[in-house]
């Protein structure tokens, strides 16, 4: 309820913003639209199940136009460096378009994997670690809300969100 409640005072907000200050119109051939982007803070990262990005990590998510009208990208433009323990780690993209409803959720890594890193791994790599850190989805034409919160996987558990602040992003698709 809460969350649903968050999403929903999120979207509210972030239409007012989209349609009344900032005046927005019908997208360009431009290739980047990402209008006003807040990063996802995840943590607290406390003692030996910490990260080297520090207690409380920014996770940046870029939303950029896609190649056919009505697509949207997203991406993590700066992946961190692998880490073991981003392993089990993963933010996920909530969107939805203000102008017809449409919404989705993308998944995406947020780290370098062990090879794009320059190591060679001795296992197959395992969920999250098969996550892109790019995604392009039909959004539809129109204002888009996005948010991004992060997740963290334990063995035999679902995912638990663990982010301090979820990210938030406003775009016209």
Known sequence: MRRTLLR???AAGAAVLATGILGLGAASANPVHTLWQTPVISGPDIGPASTPEGMFPLIHVAASDGRAPGETTFSVPQPFPYYYMHASRF????????????????????????????GTPNLPPGFPATLPTAATVQTGSGPVVATVTHFRTEYMSPPVADGVLPGLSILIS
């Open 8 to 10: 929903t005072a999120a």
């Open 91 to 118: 933010v996920v993209v909530h969107w939805q378009n203000l102008q017809t409803g449409a919404s989705g959720d993308v998944p995406l890594r947020y780290w370098q994997s062990l090879e794009e890193s320059g």
